[in-house]
Every structure is written in C-alpha cells, then in structure tokens.
C-alpha cells in the first residue's frame, strides 16, 4: 500500500501543484490556526490548543481544558471537526509532493530514498486519531479520563516525531536537489 502511495505522489508532483499547496499551508499555518488560538484564548493567556502540547500530564491538559470555559470547548472542537481536519490533508499532500519534487530532483529512480516521500501520512494519521482523542475530551468533558490524556500525549508525541521527520525528508531533498542543480535523476 505504502508503494503506492509513494508512486501515486510521484505521478501527482506538479511544481504549480506544490505552489499552491505552499500558499494553503501559509494560510492555514500562518493565518487561520493563530486566529483560531487568539480567539481561544479570549485575553486569558496561557490557553493553547491541545494539539500544540507536548509532554503534558493528564493535570495539566485538564486544568486547560477547564480554563477553556464552556464557549471555549464548544468553540475548540468544532474546529478540531473542521478546521483541524482540512489542515492535515493540505500539509499531508504538501509535504508528500513537496518531497517527491525534491526527491525527483535529488535522487535516481532506483534510490531507496525515494520511498521515504510518504513519511507525511504518518503525521496526518496520528493528526486524525489526535483530533478524534481531543474532541472526545472534549465532549467528554467534566469527565477526566486519565487514559485518554495520556493517549493523547502519545498520539501527539508520534504526530510531531513525523512532522520532524518529515521536514528532515525536506532539507535532504533540497540539499540534494541542489547539489543535482535541480535536474530531474533518472
């Protein structure tokens, strides 16, 4: 399956296809997800999403959730069912094409590397079990369910180990892409 995936990317690399895909990751990144944040905290600092935590205690996202307020919880998890699941799917396929551009680029055909392009399906699918984890939380909520705070710390400790890894995937692609003068391997 994985095969697949990895040649369905290369078939679909496009550079204006990459392009756009940047311009929905800036605006998702860079305007919609920190008005999303503002608007969730309201004046009260300290309130992040969940989804932004790392290595929280069971408290700790408790206490969070509880500082959301009513307004807030209703408010975060219809992004979480919105929001939060178009963003995975743009950055799943920027990344996935963005990659396979530079990996076209930066490796042969017959590279192992090569394979490596579907990295960003880890990150969107340990995103999506992250969301559906916060929004039952969320309405789940007076209820604390230590089991399911700690799932989440797992859930978004593995997410961000494959967006890193991720990203890693890009500035190999790039160096090599360059070393290659940008010129497709055969």
């Known amino acids: 399956m994985l095969n697949n995936v990895s040649e369905r990317f290369y078939k679909w690399t496009k550079g204006w296809l990459v392009l756009i895909l940047l311009v929905l990751d800036v605006f998702f990144s860079g305007f919609l997800l920190p008005l999303v944040q503002g608007i969730m905290q309201d004046g009260r600092g300290g309130v992040q999403p969940l989804d932004l935590m790392l290595f929280a205690t069971p408290e700790k996202t408790y206490a969070v959730i509880e500082r959301y307020g009513e ?27 963005l990659i396979s551009w530079l990996f076209q680029r930066g490796f042969t055909s017959t590279s192992p590397m090569r394979k490596y392009n579907v990295m960003p399906l880890g990150a969107w699918f340990f995103d999506l079990l992250e ?3 916060i929004v ?14 700690w799932l989440l710390m797992a859930l978004s400790t593995v997410k961000w180990a494959f967006a890193g890894a991720s990203v ?19």
């Not at 309405?139 to 399911?148: C, D, E, Q, R």
């Not at 890693?168 to 055969?186: D, P, R, Y």
């Open 131 to 133: 969301n559906i984890n």
């Open 71 to 97: 307004f807030g919880r209703i408010f975060y998890r219809n992004v979480e069912l919105t929001v939060d699941i178009i963003y995975p799917i743009v950055y799943l396929f920027f990344f996935g094409l």
């Open 136 to 149: 039952t939380m969320l309405s789940m909520y007076p209820a604390k369910p230590v089991a399911l705070a």
């Open 168 to 186: 890693m995937l890009m500035l190999v692609g790039l160096v090599m892409a360059i070393k290659n003068g940008f010129k497709k391997q055969n």
